[in-house]
């Protein structure tokens, strides 16, 4: 368990388990489901490495848990205003270093970062597999639903990319990608002679050479993404 990323997800909502089954297609996650409903529990437990049933705003409730291996904990309930609150502060007490919750409003928000959230989001169900595919993929940015599997994305560009012209890299082809626009840092001289740093954004042509540090947005399912940045 130690070697893979322990994701701790509290709340098995539609949200909830749309995340659980997301996070659980991938080899290097390991997910442990948490909800007070042995119904909850009963409907996810195949899809998860651990699923426990326990109240999530009672402190002595966490003592069984593996508190120290935890990287991520996902506060998923959102319209149990005052569960979240609790919840998310219990995590922060026992030093969960990585704390993401759920809110309703912007009330609801800062009061949850004001208890120890690192991040707070507002997301349906279908926002459940963008928030696993970041989790799983971190260098991977936020990413946007075309149609089915198909995703626009932006990634950091791969290291034997570095160097090479997109003819040669052939990437329709090969990896089933489509390179939508290049995004480069241009570092310049402003009008007052000093240094700064600009963003360009470049539409691509095939004899355009790639360089360290760009950034490509391309189209492309998960799967085929994932490939690029294994590369």
Same mark, same amino acid.
């Given at each position: 368990m130690a070697?893979?990323?322990?994701?701790?997800?509290? *709340? @098995?909502?539609?949200?909830?388990? %749309? #995340?659980?089954?997301?996070?659980? =297609?991938?080899?290097? &996650?390991?997910?442990?489901?948490?909800? =007070?409903?042995?119904?909850?529990?009963?409907?996810?437990?195949?899809?998860?490495?651990? %699923?426990?049933?326990? $109240?999530?705003?009672?402190e002595d409730s966490f003592k069984d848990l593996p508190l120290n291996t935890?990287?991520?904990?996902?506060?998923?309930? +959102?319209?149990?205003?005052?569960? !979240?609150?609790?919840?998310?502060?219990? #995590?922060? =007490? /026992?030093?969960? !270093? $990585?704390?993401? %919750?759920? +809110?309703? !409003?912007?009330?609801? %928000? !800062?009061? @949850?970062?004001?208890?120890?959230?690192?991040? &707070?989001? /507002? &997301?349906?169900?279908? *926002?459940? =597999?963008?928030l696993a595919s970041r989790l799983i993929s971190p260098d991977i940015m936020e990413q946007v639903q075309i149609s089915g599997e198909l995703v626009l994305t932006e990634l950091p560009l791969p290291r034997a990319f570095f160097g090479k012209k997109l003819i040669e890299l052939n990437l329709r082809s090969k990896y089933n990608i489509n390179v939508v626009c290049i995004k480069r840092k241009i570092h310049d001289i402003d009008r007052f002679d000093n240094p700064m740093v600009r963003e360009e954004v470049l539409f691509p042509r095939p004899d355009d050479k790639l360089n360290e540090g760009d950034f490509l947005m391309v189209i492309g399912r998960n799967d085929d993404i994932n490939i690029l940045r294994e590369l």
């Open positions: 070697q893979n990323k322990v994701i701790t997800i509290i *709340g @098995l909502g539609t949200f909830g388990i %749309a #995340l659980c089954k997301e996070l659980a =297609k991938s080899n290097d &996650v390991y997910v442990i489901a948490i909800d =007070k409903s042995e119904k909850q529990i009963e409907q996810i437990k195949e899809f998860v490495a651990q %699923a426990i049933q326990m $109240n999530s705003t009672e935890i990287d991520t904990a996902i506060v998923a309930m +959102a319209t149990d205003i005052e569960s !979240s609150i609790l919840t998310t502060a219990i #995590l922060k =007490k /026992n030093n969960i !270093s $990585n704390i993401i %919750a759920r +809110a309703t !409003s912007s009330i609801h %928000a !800062s009061i @949850l970062q004001k208890v120890g959230a690192t991040e &707070v989001i /507002n &997301v349906e169900a279908d *926002g459940g =597999k963008r």
